[in-house]
């Protein structure tokens, strides 16, 4: 969605400018190879061109922030960005960053309390960001569209 690509854009210009950042980072380990060649630059991107990618990685120091970015429905990213942590350490690229703190983020342009609270449990750092623009942008959805789904009172069960 180019909204979202523009959400994240925006948001790592104003908070990580001048830090290396990697967008669309693909996540796990290189696939294994059958006639390709594993030295081969190429051929390694093009294995791992299937692989899942997170939103946007920002390289250390001082932390490893792994963000996963969304204009709305961020209860669904939640367990998203979950999976893409637990591929992180078999990435190749990992190995440089392996000793400094990993920082998850959840960026929504929408807030949502239910969202808030699955970050909270899951200990991912929840950052609800309006960009300047999100009123061109809510003006081609409907009303009921511009909001998270009501969620009333949230009452975790004890499981």
Known sequence: MPAET??????????YFGREIHTHFRVGQTPPYT????????????ARSANRWVDAIVAPPPELVVI??????????VSQLQGYLLLLKST????????????????????????????????IDYVFWEPPWIGEFHAVYSERIRRAPHSGAIQPLDY
């Open 35 to 46: 006639s390709a060649d594993p030295n081969d630059v190429g051929e390694v991107a093009a």
């Open 68 to 77: 996963e970015a969304t204009m709305w429905r961020a209860d669904q990213k």
């Open 6 to 15: 523009r959400l994240l854009s925006e948001y790592l210009a104003e908070h």
């Open 92 to 123: 190749p690229e990992y190995a440089a960053w392996a000793g400094y703190p990993v920082h998850p983020v959840l960026l929504t342009a929408q807030d949502d309390p239910v969202a808030h609270h699955l970050c909270d449990r899951a200990h």
